[in-house]
């Protein structure tokens, strides 16, 4: 596969996984490098030259250059084949750090997160819906805070805040039990500029939620992350993300991956997947708000819950099966706010689900549970101003390359 790298006003033709050694072309090797090691948690000078390309001597200068930055850590030497020991090279957590912010339909989140996806810090904020000028308040209180539990020399390597937010807000009123017109204040509202004036014009970087749960996903993944898969995230409502070709697809406005949208069978007919799946629709069934994230709660032993749990499987992959025909995917991953328990359960009895369907036609596809959990959108939210304080392809950091 071909790929398009802007380095310094040059466009240069590399191939996938491919590094460039024209004069110039320091951004995007290094770039390419951390993005590998990312991938991979450990690699030494010699694999990173064979799935590069970059001759030995270009990629020596490019590794000394990323540890006197401090962006990558030496292990212990290793011994190999032939005797000549080598040198393991890993990220270096401590190199950089980002907040990452939640906003959802009961509580914000806000995080702190170093350079490869660890939580540091949190803090939470709950409400009846969300509202602007609460969260900004949140926001520029303990954003403030969070950075001053880092010790004072790393302070300065923050990169700035993203935000994941179901998009449209002012648009779900109802199904956030908002009064008429509450959140009408979001219609307008400049949420990044707010956020980056309460932090003294720091960068801040706008996700869809299911978007920036997917991306999580993808890093902590590794090199265990298909090629191709399809994300879905169960909070209040559904939202998901798509990975194609090693490569998160937010898609042309930010929105690729809203399965929650899609459409599935109903008792009376089509309804979109977050009225069959969602936490929201569990309540309705309860009758009552639950404590989802209580694995002891009696809630998640109830009859509500196990026929929530029967729709949502059925729904998800009548939805899996959906968007494998439009695209080839291998897997479908499966997170939420929820119990690992019952992530597990909802994971059988979907993978049992889309076995009974009629997928003529279509390739196999695994049915796995995602592996960052209910912090998922958070974290995500936090890899995004390292995207984009480290790469031109905001995206790079997250591309599966070489093999």
Request: contains cysteine.
């Amino acid at each position: 596969m071909q790929h398009d790298a802007i380095i310094e006003d040059t466009v240069v033709r590399t191939s996938l996984g491919g590094g460039a050694n024209q004069t110039g072309a320091r951004a995007y090797n290094d770039r390419l490098v951390l993005s590998l090691i990312r991938r991979e948690g450990t690699l030494s000078k010699a694999e990173l030259a064979r799935r590069t390309g970059l001759s030995p001597q270009t990629l020596g200068l490019i590794v000394k250059r990323l540890q006197k930055e401090r962006l990558l850590l030496a292990e212990a030497p290793v011994k190999g084949k032939g005797g000549q020991p080598s040198v393991p090279y890993r990220l270096n957590p401590d190199a950089v750090f980002a907040l990452g912010l939640k906003i959802g339909r009961r509580s914000a989140e806000l995080a702190l997160c170093d350079f490869v996806g660890t939580v540091r810090a949190r803090v939470e904020k709950r409400y009846r819906y969300p509202m602007p000028e609460e969260i900004v308040a949140f926001y520029g209180l303990e954003a403030r805070n969070l950075v001053a539990k880092l010790p004072e020399e790393y302070r300065s390597r923050l990169s700035g805040t993203g935000v994941a937010m179901p998009f449209n807000l002012w648009s779900w009123g109802k199904a956030l039990g908002a009064p008429d017109g509450a959140l009408e204040a979001w219609r307008d509202c400049p949420i990044n500029a707010r956020l980056s004036e309460a932090m003294q014009g720091a960068e801040v970087a706008l996700s869809n939620d299911g978007t920036a749960a997917c991306a999580a996903e993808f890093m902590v993944s590794g090199a265990s992350a298909p090629p191709d898969f399809c994300y879905v995230f169960i909070g209040w409502f559904v939202g998901g993300g798509i990975v194609l070709d090693g490569k998160l697809h937010p898609g042309r406005r930010g929105n690729a991956g809203a399965l929650g949208s899609m459409l599935v069978a109903g008792p009376q007919g089509p309804q979109p997947l977050l009225e069959r799946a969602s936490l929201m629709r569990l309540e309705q069934l309860s009758g009552s708000e639950l404590p989802f994230d209580d694995e002891d709660s009696p809630y998640w032993r109830s009859d509500a819950a196990e026929r929530w749990l029967a729709d949502a499987a059925l729904s998800i992959a009548q939805a899996a099966a959906n968007a494998a025909a439009v695209v080839d995917f291998s897997a479908l991953r499966i997170d939420g706010v929820m119990p690992a328990r019952v992530r597990q359960r909802i994971v059988g009895m979907t993978r049992d689900a889309y076995a009974r369907l009629d997928t003529r036609g279509l390739s196999s596809m695994a049915i796995e549970e995602g592996r960052v959990g209910p912090a998922a959108r958070t974290v995500g939210a936090a890899i995004l101003p390292i995207l984009s304080g480290f790469s031109r392809d905001r995206e790079v950091l997250l591309k599966s390359v070489g093999n």
